[in-house]
């Protein structure tokens, strides 16, 4: 059984460090919003349905940590609100969801605080809180339920007995529910549909090989581990089915930012004529954005490369480059599935017509 990944304990936010998967399962407590974006950017958490849903409950600390300083002044709390909605928002810049989760709970507690006076009542905190509570609980619930509803559909694109690779990790330890791909995958074996996984690495995280092949494991898929520059030899030379990714941003268009090496993967899937599907909540779709060229792509520190858990594999003058992401053009997927439906072909107009 997958453990919690993040667990809100009386003014406490447990979240699980994936950095220590698969070796060990241990839990960072974060007490003050700073100790969820440090969470945040330092990968202890990923995914970015995750991220977002960390993002608001890590909105709700900054509530308690009000109520410890005992403010009560309405222009002093609206001030440490904004100021913690920034730090949320600034901890990583690709994953849609950290910033409209954010969001969501951050209007939620400023339309609260409108209709209060300029000092607030022991009761108007309360209050506060419990909207801010119900915020952050709705989103979590509407995760797990998205990622239900995203396997349901996804399952119907497969045939029975299929092989599938996948990359990153898009898993239980990726959302609050079974996860997006990887939810597809777990259900779609446990209904007969998949057979065989081939989890790539994911350089230079190492997502594959330290999360998404340990959930295989977990959940008794069958599955091999492969190095991401395998992919297209195992795509020539086995029977693959299809390749399922999940996002951390979507343009309007459909071009799907995900995990750096998606794009090379969705090149080698066209090549062997693979159908290339993603699997993403619709919260993953940014409709200010009209295409993959406007998506803001985060450059990590050269040492994720040049490092393995601290230890070096390069000489030390090396540098290297490290975009975190890249975009796969709407034209190379098949097919984005999402809680709400399948959008075959993905082009603006079908996925104007998803969203609404």
């Known amino acids: 059984m997958i453990p919690p990944r993040i667990k809100y304990r009386k003014k406490i936010l447990y979240i699980l460090d994936q950095r220590d998967i698969p070796f060990r399962i241990s ?6 919003v700073d100790d969820v974006t440090k969470a945040i950017k330092e990968m202890m958490v990923r995914g970015a349905p995750l991220i977002g849903d960390t993002a608001a409950l890590g909105y709700l600390i900054g509530i308690d ?3 410890s300083k005992k403010l009560i002044n309405k222009k002093d709390i609206i001030k440490e609100i904004v100021s913690n909605s920034l730090k949320l928002k600034s901890s990583r810049p690709t994953a849609v969801s950290l910033f409209k989760n954010t969001e969501r709970v951050h209007l939620k507690a400023m339309e609260f605080l409108s209709g209060c006076d300029n000092k607030l009542t022991t ?15 709705d989103i979590l619930e509407e995760d797990r339920i998205s990622t239900l509803n995203i396997a349901e559909n996804g399952i119907k694109l497969l045939k029975k007995n299929s092989r599938v690779i996948t990359y990153c990790n898009t898993g ?24 065989f996984v081939y989890a790539c690495e994911t350089r230079p ?22 190095c991401d520059n395998m992919a297209g030899w195992i795509m020539k030379t086995e029977k693959i089915d299809a390749v399922i990714i999940g996002a951390d941003r979507i343009a309007l268009n459909g071009d799907t930012a995900n995990k750096i090496g998606s794009y090379s993967l969705s090149l080698l899937a066209q090549k062997h004529k693979i159908p290339f599907y993603v699997a993403a909540p619709t919260d993953t779709f940014d409709i200010e954005i009209k295409d993959g060229t406007q998506i803001k792509i985060e450059e990590r520190s050269s040492d994720e490369v040049t ?11 090396i540098k290297a480059r490290h975009p975190a992401f890249d975009v796969v053009p709407a034209g190379f997927i098949t097919a984005i599935i999402t809680e709400k439906g399948i959008i075959n072909r993905p082009d603006y107009k079908k996925v104007k017509k998803n969203l609404l």
Do not use: C
């Not at 009761?123 to 609980?137: F, G, H, Q, Y």
């Not at 239980?172 to 057979?195: H, Q, R, V």
């Not at 090989?209 to 492969?226: D, F, G, H, V």
């Not at 490092?307 to 003058?317: N, T």
């Open 172 to 195: 239980a330890l990726a959302t609050y529910g079974i996860g997006t791909a990887l939810g597809i995958i777990t259900e779609g074996y446990k209904k007969g549909i998949i057979n």
């Open 65 to 67: 940590n009000i109520i």
């Open 307 to 317: 490092h393995i858990k601290e230890r070096p594999i390069a000489h030390k003058d």
């Open 205 to 226: 995280y190492l997502q594959g090989a330290r999360l998404t092949a340990w959930e295989l494991l977990k959940n008794k898929i069958p599955s091999m581990l492969i």
């Open 27 to 32: 839990y960072f407590k974060a007490k003050k």
């Open 123 to 137: 009761k108007d905190i309360s209050e506060l809180r419990k909207t801010v509570l119900k915020e952050a609980s």
